[in-house]
Every structure is written in C-alpha cells, then in structure tokens.
C-alpha cells in the first residue's frame, strides 16, 4: 500500500512537469526564410544549388519549431523568387518575434575550395571586414538587380542605426552558439565561422530581431556532402531552435516579463 503511494505521489508529480514542461510558446511567430528560389539558385558546386538546400533546411526548421510549441511562417515553401523587401516585409506584416533567413556560403577561388568551411550567423551592420563584405556582395547580387546605387544606400543607411541592430546581435550569438553545440555532438571537425556584422539587403526593412545563417561552403566537399544529409540538417535546425528559445527566454527576463 505505501509502495502505491509512492507510485501514485510519483505519478501526479511526472505529470505536473510535463503539463508545464517548458513555456508557451503559443504567441511566438518565427518568420524563417529560405534564401534564392525561381531563376535566382543562389551559389552552386558540385552539382548541387543553394536555392535546394536552403529549401530542405527551412522544412527540418518548420518541423523543430513546430514540436517546442512554436507558430511558423515560411517566406517561400517551394521554388519561387521574393523581391527585395517582400521577405522582411512578411514578418512585419505577421508580427514576427524574429526573422531567419537561411543560406549556404560559397566562395569564387577554387584553389581554395578544400581550405575554406564554416557555419557562420550573421546580422545587419555595415563592416571593413572584407570576408563578410565579399559574402554580402554575393549575396546580395540578385537581390539587388535593378535597384541604383543611391536607393541602396538609402535603403541601408535607413536601418543601420536601429534599436533592432543590439536584440539581432544578441539573437546572432545564440544562434551560432546553438548550431556549433549541436553540429559538433556529432561532428567533431565542424567549423565556427562566428558571429559577423554584414550589410544584407535581405535583412534591410527587418524591424524585428533578424539575422542571417550561413550553414555551411557548398564549395568545400567536406561540407558539401555533410549538408545535403537529413542527420546534418537536423542538427542545424535543433541548434538554430535552441539558440532562438534561449535569446526568447533572455529577452523575457529582461523585460520582466
Ligand atoms: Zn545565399
């Protein structure tokens, strides 16, 4: 009989933690963006595309989000192209608590494909460093067709000193924390890239916490093969959640909330 009282003391505890395992989650919308699509493939290597892979990584994305009680909105859930502005533009208009957008490096020197890999998070800010320069310019290329020099620096110049530049940096760091703890519980020789400031038109507009993930060099074939696998990509999108949960739950603690 005392055995059954612990058991069932046992019982009601268990359920206790799970009925409140964890926050609600209900209110907060995710905005995730998968880069490129239509003409635009985004970087190529090997055979493969950006524009593809981005694709599969923002569905392992929309799934893991979804299981820690969170709602989603994808930019794009199938091959179409997004004007400048219409991806920010969406997680204004849905009130978004934050916006991902999800690509995959490259870089144009094929001497040295083998040398260069790395996952990197980036957010809006305008920078000398000529890597993170060089990643926004390609990045930026498409995205940018038919818009002049002037409005660019208009659009860019619009944003830069905005509130949101201190939350996205933040948001940055734990998601790039989030995505190494992850990827290297599996794969040990993974590469941090860290977190870089990078002017991306993509992320102009954004008046919520926005960054960027670089996931990995389609042009280095370590990286290349890791990516297109469903183990890696899961990896990459728990990490990414991880590091959103964690940055959601600080910012609540701030707010004293
Ligand atoms: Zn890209």
Same mark, same amino acid.
């Given at each position: ?73 994808? %930019?794009?859930?199938?091959? %179409? ?6 991806? %920010? ?17 490259? #870089? !144009?020197?094929?001497?040295?494909? &083998? ?20 990643? !926004? ?11 002049? !020099? ?5 659009? #860019?110049?619009?944003? /830069?000193?905005?509130?949101? #530049?201190? &939350? ?43 960054? /960027?993930?670089?996931?990995?060099? #389609?042009?280095?074939?370590? &990286?290349?093969?890791?990516?297109? %696998? ?28």
């Amino acid at each position: 009989m005392q055995y059954l009282k612990y058991f069932l003391t046992g019982m009601v505890a268990l359920l206790l933690v799970t009925a409140c395992g964890g926050p609600d989650r209900s209110d907060d919308l995710i905005v995730i963006d998968a880069g490129h699509g239509g003409h635009d493939c985004g970087a190529q290597c090997g055979g493969k595309q950006e524009k593809a892979l981005v694709l599969q990584v923002v569905q392992k994305l929309r799934k893991e989000f979804k299981r820690k009680g969170y709602r989603v909105y994808l %930019t794009r859930g199938n091959d %179409t192209f997004l004007k400048l502005g219409e991806r %920010t533009r969406i997680a204004d208009k849905m009130d978004a608590k934050v916006f991902i957008s999800i690509h995959a490096n490259a #870089i !144009a020197d094929k001497s040295r494909f &083998e040398a260069v890999e790395g996952i990197e998070t980036y957010f809006l800010q305008k920078t000398r460093d000529a890597r993170s320069q060089r990643v !926004a310019a390609r990045e930026n290329a498409a995205v940018l067709q038919g818009t002049d !020099a002037l409005s660019k620096d208009v659009i #860019i110049d619009s944003v /830069l000193n905005g509130p949101k #530049i201190v &939350e996205s940096n933040k948001l940055a760091i734990d998601v790039q924390h989030g995505i190494m703890r992850q990827v290297k519980s599996r794969y040990k020789d993974a590469v941090s890239g860290g977190v870089r400031p990078a002017p991306f038109y993509v992320l102009v507009g954004a008046s919520r916490p926005s960054i /960027l993930v670089e996931v990995g060099y #389609i042009t280095n074939s370590k &990286e290349r093969s890791r990516l297109f %696998t469903s183990a890696y990509q899961e990896r990459i999108a728990k990490g990414i959640v991880e590091g959103v949960s964690r940055y959601l739950d600080n910012r609540q603690r701030d707010l004293g909330v």
